[in-house]
């Protein structure tokens, strides 16, 4: 098998991935990406982005991930389409090995891998995944202007996506699994106050049904229990928000991670437990999550590690 040396191996795709590829290769490291299996992220399930900045008309997400790919190729990033499937992080240069067992020797490493929407698991979802199916509102939420919406959850992430989506839409439901709803309380009584959320307790959905589209979700309220009884509702959209999981197996639990499995990084820093090891987008983000923010910690993580390799002698 193979084995080269790298300054700036960068792990991951999306917006962060491709903009520190960006920032590296202009600043002459010589970036090495590893897209891994979908490249371009998130970003590239879905359909139209309006509010990156600079595409006034929008772009599909599959386009602007092209660009931003495309630019990072241009100042000579190296970019990969395999994954890297193991790492070790106990001393420098990291020793990274990818798929088919070739090794990188890494001087520095950006882990960009982001995170990834859970859903119900149910075979209707991937059938209308771009077609009423959505784990963002914020990205789709336009779309269902005056129509109705489901949001499912009954976390703070729930409550904003269902708050966010009524601004917009004629009328939210909100299907809670459970008889309370988990989000603060703060959020709780704005869901509770809003005149166009209706909250679905004891919920869960079962299927989706539509011919041209999504028209509809069955449910089952007290599922499994004698009082079962199943229902449905005509929706347009139905938007996901029952949690993120980052995207941090492979790394085998050699970078601190906070309590939901993220990345932790240093202040305003994109630096991780690990010195010359950096974290950017989603993988270390379970707040903000939009491409933007992502494509900013890409560019500061590129100038961490740029500034780590002159620290330490090694431009
Ligand atoms: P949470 O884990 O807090 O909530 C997930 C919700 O999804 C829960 O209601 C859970 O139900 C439900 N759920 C999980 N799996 C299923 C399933 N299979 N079927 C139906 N429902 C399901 O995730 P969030 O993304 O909401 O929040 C993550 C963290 O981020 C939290 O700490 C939250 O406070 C924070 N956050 C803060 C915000 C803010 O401060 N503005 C905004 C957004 C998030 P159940 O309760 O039954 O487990």
Same mark, same amino acid.
């Given at each position: 098998?193979?084995?080269?040396?790298?300054?700036?191996?960068?792990?991951?795709?999306?917006?962060?991935?491709?903009?520190?590829?960006?920032?590296?290769?202009?600043?002459?490291?010589?970036?090495?990406?590893?897209?891994?299996?979908?490249?371009?992220?998130?970003?590239?399930?879905?359909?139209?982005?309006?509010?990156?900045?600079?595409?006034?008309?929008?772009?599909?997400?599959?386009?602007?991930?092209?660009?931003?790919?495309?630019?990072?190729?241009?100042?000579?990033?190296?970019?990969?389409?395999?994954?890297?499937?193991?790492?070790?992080?106990?001393?420098?240069?990291?020793?990274?090995?990818?798929?088919?067992?070739?090794?990188?020797?890494?001087?520095?490493?950006?882990?960009?891998?982001?995170?990834?929407?859970?859903?119900?698991?149910?075979?209707?979802?991937?059938?209308?995944?771009?077609?009423?199916? @959505?784990?963002?509102?914020?990205? *789709? &939420? /336009? =779309?269902?202007?005056?129509?109705?919406?489901?949001?499912? #959850?009954?976390? !703070?992430?729930?409550?904003?996506?269902?708050?966010?989506?009524?601004?917009?839409?004629?009328?939210?439901?909100?299907?809670?699994?459970?008889?309370?709803?988990?989000?603060?309380?703060?959020?709780?009584?704005?869901?509770?106050?809003?005149?166009?959320?209706?909250?679905?307790?004891?919920?869960?959905?079962?299927?989706?049904?539509?011919?041209?589209?999504?028209?509809?979700?069955?449910?089952?309220?007290?599922?499994?229990?004698?009082?079962?009884? @199943?229902?449905?509702?005509?929706? *347009? &959209? /139905? =938007?996901?928000?029952?949690?993120?999981?980052?995207?941090? #197996?492979?790394? !085998?639990?050699?970078?601190?991670?906070?309590?939901?499995?993220?990345?932790?990084?240093?202040?305003?820093?994109?630096?991780?437990?690990?010195?010359?090891?950096?974290?950017?987008?989603?993988?270390?983000?379970?707040?903000?999550?939009?491409?933007?923010?992502?494509?900013?910690?890409?560019?500061?993580?590129?100038?961490?590690?740029?500034?780590?390799?002159?620290?330490?002698?090694?431009?």
């Amino acid at each position: 098998m193979a084995e080269e040396n790298t300054r700036v191996l960068i792990i991951g795709s999306g917006p962060a991935g491709y903009t520190a590829g960006i920032y590296a290769s202009r600043a002459n490291l010589q970036p090495v990406i590893y897209e891994g299996m979908q490249p371009g992220g998130q970003l590239t399930q879905t359909t139209e982005i309006e509010n990156f900045p600079g595409y006034p008309t929008g772009v599909q997400g599959p386009e602007m991930m092209d660009h931003i790919r495309q630019q990072a190729l241009r100042f000579g990033a190296e970019i990969r389409s395999k994954e890297i499937s193991k790492v070790d992080f106990s001393k420098r240069p990291f020793r990274c090995e990818d798929e088919d067992g070739n090794v990188i020797m890494a001087e520095t490493v950006i882990v960009s891998t982001g995170a990834s929407a859970k859903y119900l698991g149910l075979p209707d979802e991937e059938k209308f995944r771009g077609l009423g199916v @959505s784990a963002c509102a914020t990205c *789709d &939420g /336009f =779309f269902y202007r005056k129509k109705n919406v489901a949001v499912v #959850g009954g976390g !703070d992430t729930a409550c904003e996506e269902a708050l966010y989506l009524a601004s917009l839409a004629k009328k939210v439901y909100l299907i809670v699994r459970k008889d309370y709803l988990r989000a603060s309380d703060v959020m709780k009584k704005r869901v509770e106050n809003c005149e166009n959320i209706e909250i679905l307790f004891n919920c869960n959905t079962v299927s989706l049904f539509g011919t041209d589209g999504l028209e509809g979700a069955t449910l089952v309220r007290h599922k499994d229990t004698p009082e079962a009884e @199943s229902f449905s509702i005509d929706i *347009d &959209g /139905f =938007f996901l928000a029952i949690g993120h999981h980052p995207n941090t #197996g492979f790394l !085998d639990g050699q970078l601190e991670l906070d309590s939901e499995g993220y990345i932790k990084v240093q202040g305003a820093t994109t630096h991780t437990s690990v010195e010359g090891v950096f974290a950017a987008g989603d993988v270390a983000d379970p707040r903000y999550r939009q491409a933007i923010t992502a494509a900013g910690t890409g560019c500061r993580a590129a100038l961490d590690a740029e500034h780590f390799l002159m620290e330490h002698s090694e431009l």
